[in-house]
């Protein structure tokens, strides 16, 4: 269950808005990418054919390690859980969810726009921040579903995933059981990720310095999930 600290909600706007000019500006100038496939990992994909288990679980941990968007809405998730059975029910809700449009979405070759998708998963760790500081609850007066948003907000990190995968050009041939190891390469590299984050809090949270600066570590997570936003829209409307 998420814990809503009774804050009052900071002034962040002028800073959102410098962030997102940022992400504009390196947008414009070229610079904005969703997070891609390696070339050295697309190129190898695209020349082996047949059940290769190993390679696929492999690409999974290393994409979900290396995703920054994913590392960050899972901090958000867990930021104010302290007994394992919680963080077991909203981890596995958010695996469920991205394991369920991941594989639908590469089997069924959903084509959507990367970057229209990242500025969703962007939204995503918004969202979280903001419902870490109880934003919700002072500005409509209710608090909503932490469990279905986490499901919800899984689906589209799923979809996500499956823009990354469909990159790889994967074979025909094997492409079920690669796209079940790939998945399995995700949830390890999820839990990886996970037992840092849960060594780093529960370290962190022994300090006095946790809940002095609790409300700034989510403040700044909200501006990194805007400028992952605007950095992604911006590139959905200017990149062909």
Known sequence: MTLNPPWA??????????LLALAAALALTGAAQAHGVDTSDAGYIAEITGWNLLPYV??????MITGY?????????????YRMEHIGIYVSLFAIGHSTTMLLGVYFNWAISS???????????????????????????????????????????????ATKVLEY???????????????????IGQLLALAAILIVMGFWRRTRSFWK??????????????VLFGYQLVGFIVVP
């Open 69 to 81: 968007d994913h590392i960050l809405f899972l901090l958000g998730v867990i930021f104010f859980l």
């Open 213 to 226: 600066l609790a409300y700034s570590a989510n403040v700044a997570m909200m501006c990194a999930g805007f």
């Open 169 to 187: 050009d994967m074979s025909p041939d094997g492409l079920l059981p690669n796209l079940i190891a790939f998945n399995v390469g995700v949830e």
């Open 58 to 63: 492999y690409l999974g941990a290393k994409h």
């Open 115 to 161: 970057y229209f998708i990242d500025a969703i998963i962007g939204l995503s760790v918004v969202y979280k921040a903001l419902d870490n500081i109880g934003a919700f609850q002072r500005w409509l007066g209710f608090q909503p579903n932490t469990k279905a948003a986490t499901l919800i907000f899984g689906l589209f990190h799923g979809l996500g995933l």
């Open 9 to 18: 909600i900071w002034p962040f706007r002028p800073i959102v808005t410098a």
